[in-house]
Nanobody
Framework: QVQLVESGGGLVQAGGSLRLSCVAS????????MGWFRQAPGQEREFVAA????????YYADSVKGRFSISRDNAKNTVYLEMNSLVPEDTAVYYC????????????WGQGTQVTVSS
């Protein structure tokens, strides 16, 4: 059974930083593209960042470019999202997601971790 478990969320002041972690079990991350998504209250879930299975290609939403950084540690089967210069608009539940090489859509999802940025 595949499980993705996020951690690292919390309350932070604007301008602060947080690092989210996503630990996978039942899934080898080195064969998956991993992504981070977020959903703010009353809004649709949106893409934040992704890292391909090779780790070579990184993708970011325009709203987080230059502030957020996605990385992975295959030895720990963990994906990270480093978030800097946080603004209140970053407040949301952040979800880790994964898809195997042969999948078109993200198939595996974590339960989410809350990030709240106060002004």
């Amino acid at each position: 059974q595949v499980q993705l478990v996020e951690s690292g969320g919390g309350l932070v002041q604007a301008g602060g930083s947080l690092r989210l972690s996503c630990v996978a079990s039942g899934l080898t991350l080195s064969s998956c593209t991993m992504g981070w998504f977020r959903q703010a209250p009353g809004q649709e879930r949106e893409f934040v960042a992704a890292i391909t299975w090779s780790g070579i290609s990184l993708y970011y939403a325009d709203s987080v470019k230059g502030r957020f950084s996605i990385s992975r540690d295959n030895a720990k089967n963990t994906v990270y999202l480093e978030m800097n210069s946080l603004v209140p608009e970053d407040t949301a539940v952040y979800y880790c997601a994964g898809k195997r090489i042969n999948m078109r859509e993200y198939y595996y999802w974590g339960q989410g971790t809350q990030v709240t940025v106060s002004s």
